[in-house]
């Protein structure tokens, strides 16, 4: 068993990243993920662990800070909230070209623009659909709970150092401000600068002696070139899809309807499945860890188990629910629900929604 | 007698000249006359006679040096338009006994890189930042960059950089001496022989207070010249340096020892 404790979201993430042998955290207060980095200042990373913790100008310069060092082959991370994440876009396009691992946190608010400071899911878009210019994805994986802000963040890296790609790990507002029992993983050490330099190759840390010096860079103006290159990612995407697929069921097994929903509106969504229980009404939770790539096959089967239709529970204008209808494709019913702009919708909302646009009469 | 062929006269005695092995062997892509070149090849001089070739990393920015990772044979990364400054402040926070320098055009490290610079300059990193000034945009085709001369023609200033609408040449290098990050600043040319022994020595300056550990940014100026977007022949293009460029951006040492150099 591990260290328990009660922490908030944005906390757990911090704990987690001094744990998970992080080398660098480059980030920009923003509410409401500013404890992120408060933790990580107050911590003294740098003596517990050797962790290099520092406060950039702005959300661009910390992507780019990760940038250069995600290209030493060190493990970098950064937080932010949405507006913060959306001036990282050209960082992550760029690095997602240049095939730099790195880890970045979005604690989701209200949009768009400078919207408010309320838990939202309206960044689903940009995370799963690339975000930045040109063609590329990035895997996305969406705690639920302040446990998983701890545990996805050695996931995060193992994924970004496997596929070369950076990593969001997607929550919101809710997640990152409520405390809850933690159950912290032990430290894992940072690695040595011999151990990064044998075990990643394609880093810039020094040409070494007797080999081929490295670049690390998106462009190639030969268009041909860069075709080949984008055949490249699209390979590593495709696997991404086939082997990094992540997921919760509950209640699925005699459900009659299923909700669809990820972060704080998968917690919501499980006290309507009491609720719709309580009234004798069959409803299952599917929940989606990794956005991208998004949990098809699952949905597959429970159309052809022959549910009877999907009620796609975001806190947004309904976004999610366009990648839950190219799944479904008009074979059952799809429907959204969600309040946006920074208010959570209620469990009984959430049942009240499932009735009219889903079971209806 | 026996007749001299060429690879009689090509013996490593008789060359006055040997290129840095840290030069690769392609092709620059640089417009003849232009100073890039010459610049891209001090700092590799430097690296190699500093013994830092395994220990050098580099960043190139936007700009017609975008490809200078193509020529400068270190390990190197590509940055976006005007963040330079912030990778290699990373890179040296997490590699802290690697040689660590950028190197960017105005455009890229006076216009959309300000706040890059500044900040970099004034958390004093302990980098080397290369800045070749030629007041245009070179690669887009010759448009109006921050360091623009007033009423210097521009195909965004066509009928000369008016100040009024248009706003004042940035001094970037004079701002940066003020700030108390930088422990070297300096602005230099290589436009000449002697010129580029002067801007040698001082990029050696520049890398030696890195690896000697001193605090804060060495940050070297190159005013050049852009022939082609100036719209005039090499040769001409150096004198109407001289006779422009430098009264306005004043060669030589702003800052030495983290000590402002009094004007004379």
């Known amino acids: ?64 800070m990760l940038y250069g060092g995600g290209g030493t082959g060190k493990k970098v991370m950064t937080s932010s909230s949405s507006p913060g994440i959306s001036l990282m876009q050209e960082g992550l396009s760029y690095m997602a070209g240049a095939e730099i691992p790195c880890v970045v946190a979005n604690v989701v ?48 890296f193992d994924l970004a150092f496997k596929y070369r790609t950076p990593v969001l790990i997607v929550s919101d507002g809710l997640i990152g401000q409520m405390m809850e029992k933690v159950e912290l993983f032990d430290t894992i050490p940072r690695l040595t600068d011999e151990e990064v330099i044998a075990r990643y190759p394609w880093a810039t840390n020094g040409k070494p002696k007797g080999k081929e010096r ?41 459900a009659d309807y299923i909700i669809i929903a990820y972060g704080s509106s998968a917690r919501i969504s499980q006290k309507t499945l009491q609720l719709a229980r309580e009234e004798g009404i069959k409803v299952g939770l599917l929940r989606p860890i990794t956005l991208w790539p998004f949990p098809k096959q699952p949905i597959d089967d ?11 529970v975001e806190m947004s204008a309904g976004q999610m629910v366009e990648d839950i209808r190219l799944t479904v494709r008009e074979r059952t019913k799809v429907e959204h629900f969600g309040r946006y702009g920074g208010v959570i919708h209620s469990p009984e909302e959430v049942l009240e929604a499932l009735k009219n646009k889903i079971i209806g009469d | 007698m026996a007749e001299i062929t060429l690879q009689d006269i090509i013996k490593p005695e008789n060359q006055v000249y040997v290129k840095t092995k840290l030069m690769t062997d392609k092709n620059l892509s640089y417009c003849p006359g232009c100073g890039h070149g010459t610049a891209h090849r001090l700092i590799m001089e430097v690296v190699e006679e500093l013994g830092q070739e395994n220990d050098a990393i580099g960043i190139a920015p936007v700009g017609c040096s975008v490809l200078a990772y193509e020529f400068m044979n270190v390990d190197m990364q590509e940055a976006a338009h005007g963040r330079a400054p912030a990778l290699a402040t990373a890179v040296k926070r997490l590699w802290p006994n690697k040689l660590v320098f950028s190197y960017q055009g105005d455009g890229d490290l006076a216009a959309i890189g300000t706040a890059e610079t500044i900040h970099a300059c004034n958390r004093g990193e302990q980098i080397v930042m290369v800045f070749i000034n030629n007041g245009i945009y070179g690669m887009t085709g010759g448009q109006m960059a921050p360091t623009t001369l007033p009423g210097m023609k521009t195909s965004t200033s066509p009928y000369g950089r008016d100040l009024q609408s248009m706003g004042n040449p940035l001094k970037m290098t004079e701002l940066v001496a003020q700030l108390p990050g930088t422990y070297y600043v300096t602005r230099q040319a290589v436009h000449t022989p002697s010129a580029v022994r002067k801007a040698k020595r001082c990029i050696r300056k520049a890398f030696q207070n890195q690896l000697d550990g001193k605090p804060g940014v060495s940050f070297i100026e190159i005013v050049s010249n852009c022939n082609s977007g100036w719209k005039m022949e090499p040769v001409a293009s150096n004198i109407w340096m001289e006779e422009n460029m430098f009264p306005y951006y004043e060669l030589g040492d702003l800052k030495v020892d983290g000590q402002l150099v009094e004007k004379k």
């Open chain 1, 1 to 64: 068993m591990g260290e328990l404790r009660l922490m908030k979201g944005n906390e757990a993430l911090a704990e987690a990243a001094i744990r998970a042998g992080v080398d660098g955290y480059f980030g920009y207060p923003i509410t409401p993920q500013s404890e992120v980095i408060e933790y990580l200042m107050a911590e003294k990373p740098f003596e517990r662990t050797g962790m290099v913790v520092l406060q950039a100008e702005s959300e661009v310069a910390s992507i780019n």
């Open chain 1, 109 to 156: 608010r209200g949009g768009p623009g400078l919207g408010d400071i309320q838990p939202a899911q309206s960044d689903y878009f940009q995370s799963v659909k690339g975000g930045g210019h040109g063609d590329y994805r990035l895997p996305v994986l969406a705690p639920a709970s302040v446990q998983e802000m701890s545990d996805f963040v050695p996931l995060s």
């Open chain 1, 214 to 254: 490295r670049i690390l860079t998106s462009l190639d103006l030969d268009p041909h070139k860069l075709e080949k290159h984008n055949f490249h990612l699209q390979d590593k995407y495709k696997q991404i899809r086939e082997e990094e697929v992540r997921y919760e069921m509950i209640d699925c097994d005699d």
């Open chain 1, 302 to 312: 429970l159309v052809n188990k022959g549910v009877k239709g999907f009620l796609s």
